[in-house]
């Protein structure tokens, strides 16, 4: 980039921060957008209150580019808390300085400083995200990424008419993070959400959300494409839209066979393309979402509804509401993330590591660790192998690339200390974890499989874990203990899901393989908000390769200080 925070341009760029959103068409190979972190009134539920956005939207800018291309977004933050976004689901290829973070792959972005994220896009296409990544400010600072394929390329499956974003979310009328702060000095989870949303609307059945509902016309006949991503911070959920069918085509930004369905289920993080076809008698239809738990755990089960309205049809027309699955509809989960397969074509193929040269074993728990200033003396907590993730003070990608010392150490297991009855009866004694900035070393290009398995520490539970800088190929899963010696031969090694975020099930277990061809420090976490603020984390240091294009990048002259 040279010396960019002095180019006309980008003086050009500030003078337009002050009026907000600015996306200016360059050459193809180049998309520029800036982001202004700012805080913004908004009213939902009978409530106005000031919230984190993103150029005063709510949710935020739409990001569109095409594959091959070069995004630079410049964030200035305006807000009074630091920030880092995420760019979540690209590979950032060599390039962790652009991940997003916050002391995981940069320091964040302080109060009235800017960072330019310039990252390519390379060898992807479909629907993914943005999100805050410190803090739990992504409860309002997130956005959708939508990459066409190249000039040329068509779809794998019939052109839709027209395609819309339908954005998942979750609503506080308090603020949260007090709300979140309160809980930590409790040592307790903070208060549920009050509503869901759908692009950040509630719809009708909250009150004084008539005029906060998200409608989409559609014509009779036609084929649309809904680009869905789940930006909820603690709630997997089902998504269903009356008297139609869905048709699934693409995960995370990898094309499926095809497969049709009444509704999904989409776990915080994930992204899910469907076609839907006009085909029903013209009136107006929910479009709703509900969360899925089958745990024994309290979750803000009320339903977010929008509204699919067939052109001519008047406002006065009453909507249908769908048949969502029970909230606890384990089978349902279980059977349709089974029908989720990659496409594996000659254009698009499934190239699963065969051999495996890494085998890892992480178990998923909770736990309860002593806390003077809590109000019993102790906090909820959560750890893999039984480690508490303790976060740095500085970006854990600058203290390797700089090999500054005693920052983290690279010695976290492979497998649990202890084995035990990891889905028996639940366990309510010796909960402690050991605490620690601990990270796991990965030799560049070697193959990993890595088994996440819950456990019934407290309580079983489902968790969608995400991995950054890379895609994996969910090659198992199944309820109870993980059997290595019976549970491999099943494994699916011709044709399993791509993906970026995977649900583990509640009391079980998910296996997933990658080849870890991308050199750097890689998050990898829970995306359930609250268990990953209580430290459900670790990340990769993958080392960098021989060959002159194998190693990370030297960071931006612009990248944050902490």
Not at 12 to 39: D, H, N, R, S, W
Not at 379 to 398: D, E, H, K, R
Not at 423 to 437: H, I, V, Y
Not at 504 to 515: K, L, N, S
Request: aromatic share 12%.
């Amino acid at each position: 980039m040279g010396n960019r925070e002095n180019s006309p341009l980008v003086r050009f760029f500030y003078f337009f921060c002050m009026l907000g959103f600015v996306f200016i068409p360059t050459e193809a190979a180049v998309k520029k957008y800036q982001f202004k972190v700012q805080v913004t009134n908004i009213s939902r539920l009978c409530h106005t209150k000031p919230i984190v956005t993103v150029n005063g939207m709510f949710p935020g800018p739409t990001i569109y580019v095409r594959e091959g291309d070069r995004v630079l977004v410049n964030v200035t933050n305006c807000a009074q808390y630091n920030m880092s976004i995420h760019w979540h689901g690209l590979k950032q290829y060599r390039n962790g300085w652009a991940d997003g973070p916050a002391y995981i792959t940069q320091c964040p972005i302080k109060t009235g400083n800017s960072y330019v994220y310039d990252f390519n896009v390379t060898g992807q296409r479909g629907t993914l995200w943005w999100h805050a990544h410190i803090f739990w400010l992504r409860a309002t600072v997130y956005g959708a990424i939508v990459i066409m394929p190249k000039q040329g390329t068509p779809f794998p499956f019939p052109q839709p008419e027209r395609e819309e974003t339908i954005v998942l979310g979750e609503w506080w009328n308090n603020d949260v993070e007090e709300l979140v702060n309160q809980g930590n000095k409790l040592g307790l989870p903070p208060n549920m959400s009050d509503a869901h949303t759908i692009n950040g609307k509630p719809g009708p059945l909250f009150p004084c959300s008539d005029k906060h509902t998200f409608a989409m016309e559609v014509e009779q006949g036609k084929t649309y494409l809904l680009r869905i991503i789940n930006a909820a911070l603690n709630d997997e959920l089902f998504f269903a839209i009356a008297g139609h069918n869905l048709t699934v085509v693409e995960v995370d930004a990898v094309y499926t066979k095809p497969f049709t369905t009444q509704a999904i289920l989409i776990a915080p993080g994930q992204t899910t393309n469907v076609l839907v076809q006009a085909s029903q008698v013209p009136s107006r239809y929910f479009m709703a979402a509900r969360p899925f738990m089958d745990a024994p755990l309290s979750i803000d089960n009320k339903t977010a509804t929008s509204i699919l309205q067939y052109k001519g049809i008047p406002n006065t027309i009453l909507p249908i509401l769908p048949h969502l699955p029970a909230p606890n509809d384990t089978n349902f989960a279980l059977s349709y993330n089974a029908k989720l397969r990659s496409l594996n074509s000659p254009q698009f193929p499934a190239n699963v590591p065969l051999k495996v040269d890494r085998h890892l074993f992480y178990t998923i728990g909770l736990g309860i660790n002593p806390c003077p200033t809590c109000l019993n003396g102790t906090q909820l907590t959560a750890s893999l192998n039984n480690i508490t993730f303790v976060m740095p003070q500085i970006g854990l990608l600058q203290a390797h690339y700089f090999n500054i010392k005693e920052v983290f150490k690279t010695d976290f297991p492979d497998r649990p200390p202890t084995p035990f009855n990891y889905t028996g009866a639940p366990l309510t004694a010796n909960l402690g974890t050991k605490l620690g900035t601990r990270l796991s070393k990965i030799a560049f290009n070697s193959t990993v499989e890595l088994v996440l398995q819950d456990t019934n520490l407290l309580s079983v539970e489902s968790h969608p874990f995400h991995l950054h800088g890379y895609n994996f190929f969910i090659v198992g899963t199944g309820v109870g203990n993980f059997n290595p010696s019976k549970d491999p031969a099943k494994f699916n090694l011709v044709d399993p899901p791509e993906r970026n975020t995977v649900g583990v099930p509640t009391g079980g277990w998910t296996a997933i393989r990658f080849r870890a061809d991308n050199p750097g420090v890689w998050f990898i976490h829970c995306h359930l908000e609250l268990h990953t603020s209580w430290g459900l984390k670790t990340a990769f240091v993958v080392e960098n390769g021989k060959g002159a294009d194998q190693s990370v990048l030297p960071p931006p002259k612009d990248l944050p200080l902490c």
